[in-house]
C-alpha cells in the first residue's frame, strides 16, 4: 500500500518522521530507502545538526563544528564542512627540537544528534551489583561514540586524510615559526564524509542493531577485486593512500597503491586489532569498549601485548554473551510464572 502513493507525498509525509524513526523507514523498501536517506540528509542540514571533532584531556578540550553541505546519493554518504572560525587550532609546539603537545594525538567525532536519540537501558532488578555494573557496561556501550581516531605526526606537513570503516575525515597541517626555537604545528580542516550507518550506529542502543556497511563499499569491493589480482590479498583500509584512491584523490594511483600495499604492513594498533578480532569471533567495534584495550591503542597500556588485549577482549565478550542469556532465561522463566498464576486466578473465578 505504501508503495502505492506517489513519490511527492512520500517525500511530504517524510519531513515529518524523526531521525531516529527516518533510520527504520529505510528498511521498508528500495523505494523508501531512497526517500529516507535523502530526507536524512535534508534534516541534518535544515536542523544545522553537527559533527564535532573533540580533542581533550585532564587540562584542556577543544572542538570544531563542521555542517552537512553535500549528499551522495548513489553511496549514501553525507559531506560536512566547517562554515564557522575558527577551522584551524593548535595541536603543539617545538621548542629546541623537543615536541610539546597541545593537545593529544587522539580525538573524537561526535553528532549532535545523538544526545537526543540513544537510549540507555536500566539493568534488571533481579541481577546482583556486581552483575548490574557488567550488565551496563555491555548494554550501553555504543561503538559510535566511543571510537577515535589517531592523527598521523606533527611533522608531516601537507594534507592528510584519516579515517575508519565509515567515515573519511580531510585536514591538513601548517607550520608557523615566531621565534628562531619556536615551531607551532596547526591543523586547519576541511571536510567530514560519513556514511549512513555511522549516524545510525550513534542513535542505536547497542552495537548488534546496527549494520556493519562501510563507507563507499562499492569502491572497496572493486578495490580489492583490482588488489588480488596483483596478488594483494591483505591491506590495511584504513591507512592513508587507500583513503585516498577510495576518495579520487588524483595525487594516489593505483600503481603507486599497490607499491605502498606491497611493502607496508599494518601499521597501527588500531588495525592490527581490527584484523586480529575477527579471527577469534569477535566483532572488531567491541575494542573501544574496554578500558585496557583503549589505553593499549592509544599508546598508554606500555606492559600489554596484542595477545594480551586480543585475550582480554574475547573473554569479556564470552562474559557478555552469559550474562546477556543469563538474564534472558530469567525473563523468560518470570514471564512463565505470571502466565501461570494469571491462569489460576482465571480458574477459580
Known amino acids: 500500500m505504501w508503495d502505492a502513493l506517489p513519490t511527492e507525498l512520500c517525500g511530504k509525509i517524510l519531513t515529518y518522521v524523526n531521525l531516529h524513526d527516518l533510520f527504520t523507514v529505510r528498511a521498508v523498501s528500495w523505494r523508501w530507502r531512497n526517500l529516507a536517506e535523502r530526507q536524512t540528509f535534508h534534516h541534518v542540514r535544515d536542523q544545522n545538526m553537527a559533527n564535532i571533532i573533540e580533542f581533550g584531556n585532564e587540562n584542556s578540550c577543544i572542538q570544531v563544528k563542521m555542517y552537512a553541505t553535500q549528499f551522495d546519493t548513489a553511496n549514501g554518504v553525507i559531506t560536512f564542512e566547517c562554515r564557522e572560525q575558527p577551522s584551524t587550532i593548535l595541536l603543539a609546539t617545538r621548542r629546541s627540537g623537543v615536541i610539546l603537545p597541545v593537545h593529544p594525538k587522539f580525538m573524537t567525532i561526535r553528532f549532535e544528534g545523538w544526545s537526543s536519540g540513544s537510549m540507555t537501558r536500566s539493568p534488571p532488578e533481579q541481577l546482583s551489583e556486581k552483575e548490574k555494573e557488567r550488565y551496563r557496561l555491555h548494554s550501553t556501550y555504543n561503538y559510535a561514540q566511543e571510537r577515535a581516531l589517531e592523527l598521523p605526526s606533527w611533522d608531516k606537513a601537507g594534507s592528510h586524510l584519516v579515517g575508519d570503516h565509515d567515515h573519511i575525515l580531510s585536514f591538513a597541517y601548517l607550520q608557523s615559526q615566531s621565534y ?105 567495534r567491541m575494542i573501544w569498549k574496554y578500558p585496557f584495550a583503549k589505553a593499549f591503542v592509544t599508546g598508554r597500556a606500555l606492559l600489554l601485548s596484542e595477545d594480551d588485549v586480543i ?9 557478555c554473551k552469559a550474562l546477556l542469556q543469563s538474564v534472558y532465561k530469567r525473563r523468560n522463566c518470570e514471564r512463565v510464572i505470571r502466565e501461570q498464576q494469571q491462569r489460576r486466578r482465571e480458574s477459580t473465578t
Request: glycine share 8%.
Open 180 to 284: 628562531h626555537t619556536n615551531i607551532s604545528s596547526y591543523a586547519t580542516f576541511h571536510w567530514l564524509k560519513v556514511s549512513l550507518s555511522w549516524l545510525a550506529a550513534g542513535l542505536a542502543g547497542g552495537v548488534s542493531h546496527t549494520p556493519l556497511d562501510q563507507i563507499f563499499a562499492s569502491r572497496f569491493g572493486s578495490l580489492s577485486s583490482q588488489l588480488a589480482k596483483q596478488g594483494c590479498f591483505k591491506y590495511d583500509a584504513t591507512s592513508e593512500p587507500v583513503l585516498r584512491y577510495i576518495v579520487n584523490d588524483e595525487k594516489q594511483s593505483f600503481g603507486d597503491l599497490v607499491e605502498y600495499i606491497r611493502t607496508h604492513d599494518m601499521e597501527t594498533r588500531l588495525s592490527r586489532l581490527q584484523h586480529a578480532l575477527p579471527a577469534v569471533g569477535v566483532d572488531y
Open 311 to 319: 585475550r582480554g577482549i574475547e573473554g569479556g565478550e564470552q562474559e
